[in-house]
Nanobody
Framework: VQLQAYGGGLVQPGGSLRLSCAAS????????IGWFRQAPGKEREGVSC????????FYRNSVKGRFTISRDNAKNTVYLQMYSLKPEDTAVYYC????????????????????WGQGTLVTVSS
């Protein structure tokens, strides 16, 4: 089982990045995929998640309207398109897979995700 997040980098405030999460070793379209992030000195937090079919998507309030999650089940890949990036978006971003169906109150619970990838660093700075 492998989840690989990539696409991070250094970007100026107001800029954009697209993160990708490539999966292998499990039935990808049977899994909810979530994005989490951990800023220096802070706890990891849920950013967004997408259900198996892509029909349900959730976002933390601070990224709504700026981030878009999507998935391509044929490519076993989930994307996180990030616009209007802010310095406070600086963090290591992780993707994770869950066999549950996400709902509004619990989609961000780390305990629901059993496969995790390594992180990719996003730095928003001028």
């Amino acid at each position: 089982v492998q989840l690989q997040a990539y696409g991070g980098g250094l970007v100026q405030p107001g800029g954009s990045l697209r993160l990708s999460c490539a999966a292998s070793g499990f039935t990808f379209d049977n899994r909810t995929i979530g994005w989490f992030r951990q800023a220096p000195g802070k706890e990891r937090e849920g950013v967004s998640c997408i259900s198996r079919s892509g029909g349900r998507r959730f976002y933390r309030n601070s990224v709504k309207g700026r981030f878009t999650i999507s998935r391509d089940n044929a490519k076993n890949t989930v994307y996180l398109q990030m616009y209007s990036l802010k310095p406070e978006d600086t963090a290591v971003y992780y993707c994770a897979a869950s066999d549950g169906s996400p709902i509004l109150s619990t989609w961000h619970w780390e305990s629901l995700y059993d496969y995790w990838g390594q992180g990719t660093l996003v730095t928003v700075s001028s």
